[in-house]
């Protein structure tokens, strides 16, 4: 099985620069009807209906835009708990008031994140969240998701395990990020769910 995990990094590594082309071809407008679709479809997840906390981020870049699903959502009273990033790669977490309560922050030489400027929660604050929206690349007909390589949400999925809470986990991409297959090793965790600005796909049994 560790063989198997080695050789699938270099596979995972082309997928996603593959991935991460064509959405740098997305112009800005693009961008923000996917936004605004991907919220109404996400709005009609039942899972998302009877959340009262839901753990989710800020897309940057030509990400699949969250804004518009993260007020929507606030307006509805529930609780949204925002990542920031920690020196470790880990996330903790702090809870979204608007998007006045969001901070630029410049993590060395990556990418400039959007996080909460408030109080900090702890890395288990996660762990009462009944829904996990998730960033990726892609996922594939298990339900499983191609991250950005970094390993924050590995860690996050390890927790939720450890601590022995299921919350349901969505995965956010555009339509043509919905695939056949990517790799898998032994610690991916499938979703429950890929919502994409046409529609909703659901990976029964996770």
């Given at each position: ?19 991460l082309a064509v959405r740098n071809r997305l112009t800005a407008d693009d ?170 796909h659901r990976f029964p049994g996770n």
């Amino acid at each position: 099985m560790r063989h198997l995990g080695r050789e699938a990094e270099p596979d995972k590594r082309m997928l996603r620069r593959e991935f991460l082309a064509v959405r740098n071809r997305l112009t800005a407008d693009d961008v923000r009807e996917a936004a605004v679709a991907l919220a109404d479809r996400a709005l009609g997840l039942p899972e998302l209906a009877h959340a009262r906390t839901v753990a989710a981020y800020v897309s940057v870049g030509s990400e699949p835009g969250t804004l518009p699903l993260l007020d929507a959502l606030r307006a509805r009273d529930v609780d949204v708990l925002l990542p920031a990033l920690l020196p470790d790669n880990d996330l903790d977490w702090g809870a979204y008031d608007g998007e006045g309560s969001l901070a630029r922050v410049q993590h060395g030489g990556k990418m400039a994140l959007f996080e909460p400027s408030g109080e900090r929660l702890g890395p288990d604050a996660v762990t009462a969240a009944d829904v996990v929206l998730l960033p990726g690349l892609a996922v594939d007909r298990r339900g499983m998701r191609l991250g950005r390589g970094g390993g924050s949400y590995d860690r996050v999925l390890a927790r939720l395990e450890r601590t022995g809470v299921h919350p349901a986990l969505v995965v956010l991409l555009y339509d043509s990020e919905v695939v056949g297959h990517v790799p898998a090793e032994a610690h991916d965790r499938p979703v429950r769910a890929a919502v994409t600005p046409s529609g909703v796909h659901r990976f029964p049994g996770n």
